[in-house]
């Protein structure tokens, strides 16, 4: 059930109800502009990630910087926003259930959408979708690249799927997908480059197959916030798939020369209980208010105090130094992971100067499947 909003426009910052999901204006449109601008050198575009997001009202603004479209990992976001007016979508992910297959194929008059495969069983799946709406599929050969995730072994057999693709009456060839998840976290700059530069040498590999078929490659789409301007510089990627740049969570902030970006995305609580002599303060965010996959959230602004534990509706404060937040304060909680983060909230509240000046809808909100 949609949740009504926890704020109102014009409202103070700290008259919003708690938790509640703070976006810090200011933050925000400086982390799009430097995006756009560290890309626009190089020749690579955006292809943002709406799986951070899951927002239309993020995409759109988004795309009014240059981003070609966007990426998501279900065709359930698709649906979202396909629906919201978002009409250039890559699902970077694999899609071999044949109604959802269907669901995504749906989609075709209003948006173009794609898909990503790594196994040439998935060629008839897909086919039979495409054929069955009567359009011509888009479909990118995901590739190994050192994360071990998805992805079929880079060269001659990414090159035979995609042959394979590309003579299948309805579907074409639409390029590689190469991304590297774990590289993003890595700690030192120097993991983080030699990680990129194998998935490099991963992907030249690969085209040098394609041409032996004599196949084009339109794109190659990977990188994330942690790792853009590697694949951004290399020549090899055309579409980076950043998500989280927008945001800036507390994980990549522990990177060494973490992103250029600035924290937007907090999670606003409110001190509960502070008994007198425990030296602990109680706020209302914990386990379902912020995910701890990434670590504990981080007080934003607030050095003297740690978030040290959490249970379901509670997070515990300690204080490093100093006194301890008063009962009814209310803290903005930088979170460790924002993806999972956004997921448990209905709104975004968008504040500048200490005020709320807008309230946008978190539109993919729980699209799992």
């Not at 991304?179 to 998935?199: L, N, T, V």
Request: proline share 7%; glycine share 10%; with cysteine.
């Amino acid at each position: 059930m949609l949740q009504p909003p926890p704020a109102e426009p014009g409202m103070r910052e700290d008259e919003v109800d708690t938790p509640a999901l703070i976006l810090d204006l200011d933050a925000f449109e400086a982390n799009l502009d430097t995006m756009a601008a560290r890309l626009a050198p190089t020749g690579a575009k955006l292809r943002a990630h709406a799986k951070t997001h899951k927002s239309a009202v993020i995409a759109r603004l988004q795309m009014a910087r240059g981003a070609v479209g966007q990426c998501v990992q279900k065709v359930g976001e698709a649906e979202a926003l396909a629906h919201a007016g978002i009409d250039d979508i890559l699902v970077s992910n694999e899609v071999v259930s044949p109604r959802k297959l269907a669901r995504l194929a749906a989609l075709s008059p209003i948006a173009r959408v794609q898909v990503c495969a790594d196994d040439p069983a998935m060629v008839p799946v897909l086919e039979a979708a495409a054929a069955a709406a009567g359009i011509r599929l888009s479909v990118l050969v995901e590739i190994e690249v050192g994360a071990r995730r998805c992805g079929l072994e880079p060269g001659a057999p990414a090159a035979e799927l995609a042959a394979r693709i590309a003579a299948s009456k309805h579907l074409a060839f639409g390029g590689l997908q190469a991304y590297f998840g774990s590289a993003q976290h890595k700690r030192q700059p120097e993991e983080r480059r030699a990680a990129i530069a194998f998935a490099g040498a991963c992907v030249e590999r690969t085209l040098e197959h394609l041409r032996a078929h004599h196949l084009d490659c339109p794109i190659v789409g990977g990188g994330g916030t942690g790792t853009f301007a590697f694949e951004a510089g290399s020549g090899l990627w055309t579409e980076i798939q950043a998500g989280s740049y927008i945001f800036m969570d507390a994980d990549y902030a522990r990177n060494i020369e973490p992103p250029p970006f600035r924290h937007s995305l907090f999670v606003l609580a409110q001190v509960m209980s502070a008994p007198a002599g425990s030296g602990r303060a109680v706020v209302d965010a914990g386990h379902k208010a912020a995910p701890i996959d990434s670590g504990f959230p981080v007080v934003f602004g607030r050095p003297d105090l740690a978030y040290v534990g959490a249970s379901d509706e509670h997070g515990v404060i300690e204080a490093r130094d100093g006194a301890l937040p008063a009962l009814g304060e209310k803290l903005r909680l930088i979170p460790g992971h924002c993806d999972p983060t956004v997921d448990r909230y209905d709104w975004y509240v968008g504040v500048r100067g200490g005020r709320v000046e807008c309230l946008w809808p978190v539109t993919a909100r729980g699209m799992m499947a």
